[in-house]
């Protein structure tokens, strides 16, 4: 089974408007943290945002907030007032306790921010 | 120091040969992680460093790879007798040991092995 699935291949948003990227995960492990990363066409995964599984409150990052349904074993990013620099490709990604400490990614989406 | 960096950036080499990527983390990260990632793949983990110590591998990293970090500062992995199906971007990325431990990541050594 995939541990990260990201259903939305590609995503268009105009600028200005708010986008959200979905995201849903499989674990059994009591303790994790799902992490979102921007990938811009350099190649550089940039960290955009954290949850820990048992944070009460939905993080937020500026423009990001991350909308976390532990129930449904969601962890959906939304970005407000999109703009054309986050144009990108958009990966959510799950650390386990007992993992190890590798990140498990899903395959991403692709985001593209129209005028 | 402002952030992972990795060389070459990118690199071709022909079917047979061995290559060697370098990456120097973020000074203060004893943590260093390899990943490979394919087009239109996330990036998938390879191998895992705590200072020098190599304490995890994926059974992604066949007997061809090789991976080191001597003296727990800079890490290098080494593919040997590369395949066609090595050709990929592979990443490095560090972490800190304690608190939220993001990883960041460099932008990527991009191999092609035609």
């Known amino acids: 089974a995939q541990k990260i699935t990201q259903t939305q291949p590609g995503m268009f948003v105009q600028e200005k408007e708010a986008v959200t990227l979905d995201c849903t995960y499989d674990?059994?492990?009591?303790?994790?943290?799902l992490f979102w990363y921007k990938q811009p066409s350099s190649g550089e995964m940039i960290f955009l945002i954290y949850?820990?599984?048992?944070?009460?409150q939905n993080a937020t990052e500026g423009r990001y907030s991350l909308n976390f349904q532990k129930a449904r074993k969601s962890a959906n990013l939304v970005i407000s007032a999109s703009q054309l620099g986050d144009s990108a490709m958009y990966f959510c990604a799950m650390k386990e306790k007992g993992g190890g400490n590798k990140l498990t990614f899903g395959t991403g989406t692709q985001l593209k921010v129209e005028l | 120091d402002t952030g992972v960096s990795q060389n070459p950036r990118h690199k071709i080499t022909k079917r047979g040969q061995n290559v060697t990527f370098r990456c120097d983390p973020i000074s203060e990260h004893n943590r260093l992680y390899w990943y490979r990632q394919t087009l239109g793949q996330g990036p998938e983990f390879l191998t895992y460093f705590q200072n020098e110590a190599q304490l995890e591998k994926s059974r992604l990293l066949s007997d061809r790879f090789s991976a080191e970090r001597p003296k727990g500062s800079f890490s290098t992995l080494e593919i040997q007798r590369t395949e066609q199906g090595d050709s990929a971007m592979y990443l490095c990325?560090?972490?800190?040991?304690?608190?939220?431990?993001?990883?960041?990541f460099g932008q990527g050594t991009r191999l092609t092995v035609v």
């Open positions: 990325a560090s972490s800190l040991e304690v608190g939220n431990t993001e990883a960041f």
């Open positions: 674990t059994s492990d009591p303790s994790y943290g």
């Open positions: 949850q820990g599984s048992y944070d009460q």
